[in-house]
C-alpha cells in the first residue's frame, strides 16, 4: 500500500515562511524515482487548486501564479521526499495543502489531480495578517 505523508504545516504571521515535506512510501510505488509529485491546497468553500508540480526528475516545476517567485517545490530521490519552500507568506495562503504522487513509471507530469493516484492526508497552513 503506497503512503504520502505531510509534515510541516502550522500557523505563522504574513511573511513568515515554512517548509512542507511529504514522505512517500510503499511497494505499489514503483519507484519514488519516476513518479511525478505535486502540491495542492485547498482553502473553506473553494476548490482544490494545484500550487506546485515537480517531474519525476526534478527538471520541470510548475507553479500557480498566485504563488510564483514565493515558492519553492524540490525533491531528494535518495530520501523519496518532496518539499515546497514557502516564503513571504500571506493571509490568502491560509489552506490545507496535500501532497500528491503519480504511480511511477517516468510519465509526462501533470496538473490536474485526476493525475495523481495518491495523497497525503494533509496538512493545515494558517497565515495571520
Known amino acids: 500500500q503506497a503512503q504520502v505523508v505531510e509534515s510541516g504545516g502550522g500557523v505563522v504571521q504574513a511573511g513568515d515562511s515554512l517548509r512542507l515535506s511529504c514522505a512517500a512510501s510503499g511497494r505499489t510505488f514503483s519507484s519514488f524515482s519516476s513518479s511525478n509529485m505535486a502540491w495542492f491546497r485547498q482553502s473553506p468553500g473553494k476548490a482544490r487548486e494545484l500550487v506546485a508540480a515537480v517531474s519525476w526528475s526534478g527538471a520541470t516545476k510548475n507553479y500557480a501564479d498566485s504563488v510564483k517567485g514565493r515558492f519553492t517545490v524540490s525533491r531528494d530521490n535518495a530520501k523519496s521526499t518532496v518539499y515546497l519552500q514557502m516564503d513571504s507568506l500571506k493571509p490568502e495562503d491560509t489552506a490545507v495543502y496535500y501532497c500528491?504522487?503519480?504511480?511511477?513509471?517516468?510519465?509526462?507530469?501533470?496538473?490536474?489531480?485526476?493525475?495523481?493516484?495518491?495523497w497525503g492526508q494533509g496538512t493545515q497552513v494558517t497565515v495571520s495578517s
Open positions: 500528491a504522487a503519480n504511480r511511477g513509471g517516468f510519465g509526462i507530469m501533470t496538473l490536474t489531480e485526476s493525475g495523481y493516484d495518491y
